[in-house]
């Protein structure tokens, strides 16, 4: 296999694997995508809820989880500095943000959109916002709800880069709606205290059309 065949084929990983990673494996097993789960913990300490979850769900070590070419972060937000810390170069990678700032002042944003200002800690990666708006619990249940498909917000700088996360999120089963930039889409859903920006999201879904 070429080493450009192998760059065109999809790779996933979860970074983070509390309620919010969690529960992003569960939506990736419902489907039988293959996925890596990682965190500061060994990946035997993670393996048996892993297997709980779906045989497509791997417990990887980080390194190991971050040869994926799509990232998904599900850390808390204080935490994304020492992921962006263990790969010399994010060049090539996306990373899909699913942080929120509960509870950080904004002063320690810089004036900044949340995503935004996790965005300057993965240099060179493609970074899109998104499947951070759900709760846990609703992000773990099948998103085809009476007739449609629940929403997922994606914002990001790069066209290209929202592209293929957006086909995720219809793999997934979910209705992608794109909001923008970072400093557009990413700032309505950028969490202030226990809200999402400007608009609440959390039941809303996109009926099939």
Request: hydrophobic letters at 45%; zero cysteines.
């Amino acid at each position: 296999m070429s080493t450009q065949h192998r760059r065109n084929i999809m790779s996933y990983a979860i970074v983070g694997f509390g309620k919010v990673g969690q529960a992003l494996a569960h939506a990736f097993a419902r489907k039988n995508i293959e996925v890596a789960v990682a965190s500061r913990r060994p990946p035997e300490a993670l393996a048996p809820q892993a297997r709980a979850i779906g045989p497509t769900v791997v417990a990887k070590s980080l390194r190991e989880a971050l040869e994926a070419n799509t990232i998904i972060l599900a850390v808390p937000f204080g935490e994304h500095r020492e992921v962006a810390k263990a790969l010399p170069s994010w060049k090539g990678k996306t990373v899909i943000d699913a942080t929120n700032t509960f509870g950080v002042p904004p002063e320690e944003l810089d004036g900044l959109p949340s995503s935004v200002f996790v965005a300057k800690s993965f240099t060179g990666a493609r970074f899109v916002k998104g499947f951070n708006h759900l709760i846990a619990a609703t992000l773990a249940t099948d998103p085809v709800v009476e007739g449609g498909h629940r929403v997922v917000f994606l914002s990001g700088d790069d066209e290209d880069a929202i592209a293929p996360v957006a086909d995720l999120a219809k793999q997934l089963g979910f209705a992608p709606v794109k909001l923008g930039k970072l400093n557009e889409g990413g700032a309505l859903v950028h969490a202030r205290d226990r809200i999402w920006g400007q608009l609440i999201f959390q039941d809303l879904f996109k009926k099939e059309q």
